[in-house]
């Protein structure tokens, strides 16, 4: 064979490798689309038919040019124990850390976790790299063996949630009132759940004040961040509360409003 049909040949493998690579993603696409596959399992088929086209055609190039499988395992065995000795010892760490994301999921492409005291939106996951998504609309890419190291909360896409409010009024308030007006509230902040219901606890008596907790469920995951947020600026402004539940005592009506 000439060498002109070596270079044929190659450009013919080439193409039609590449082709039947393209044909695979628009499947798997089109299966992920109709919910036929997660997205999570579809991310990593789509990364599994990249690196198999990248070999096919790698090796059917090399042997169209004399290169054996052969010859390029000998290569490989001479040198790669000393690349991965000496160059590749946190990448190969990083790969394995990788591949045990993969397999044991403590998160999925999309969800939304607590990682390093902020949280993120995981975009990717590969070999090397995890890449996340903080909500200042930065993309950060995390080593995975960092991710195996540290303690991730994962809140999912869509996973039913509890968060809380504290307010302390004083002893003068009759609990049941307070209860009741809290409740209330609780079902007038859009994107609290009706089930699981709002419940209110009394977690501690202080020497002035009665502590109560109010806990509502949410699965907005998205807007958690807000909710928090809203409910921190709350948590500073005790006596705009005891005057609100005052007020309820009087007009039946009262509304804490968690804006987000």
Known sequence: ????????????????????????????????????????FA??????????????????????????IGVIAGVLAIFGGTIVGFAAINTVGNALAGLIVMTSKPFEVGDRIFFNEQFADVVAIDVIYTK???????????????LLKAEIDNYGKKNVVRRHCTVTPGFEYDTAMVEKALLEAAGKVQGVLKEPEPYVWITKFQNYAVE???????????????????????????????CIISIFFFLSNVSLRFQG
């Open 43 to 68: 991310y990593t088929l789509t990364r599994i038919a990249k690196w198999a086209t990248a070999a096919v055609i790698l090796l059917a190039i090399l042997a169209q040019w004399g290169v054996t």
């Open 132 to 146: 996340m998504l903080t909500l200042d609309n930065v993309l950060v890419s995390v080593p995975n063996q960092e």
């Open 212 to 242: 109560y907790n109010l806990y509502v469920f949410i699965s907005d995951i998205k807007r958690l961040q807000e909710i928090d947020a809203e409910l921190h600026r709350w948590r500073g402004y005790e006596k705009d509360l005891r």
């Open 1 to 40: 064979m000439s060498n002109l049909d070596k270079l044929v040949f190659s450009a013919v493998t080439l193409v039609v490798v590449y082709v039947i690579y393209r044909v695979v993603v628009r499947e798997i696409r089109s299966l992920t689309a109709k919910k036929k596959l997660q997205e999570h």
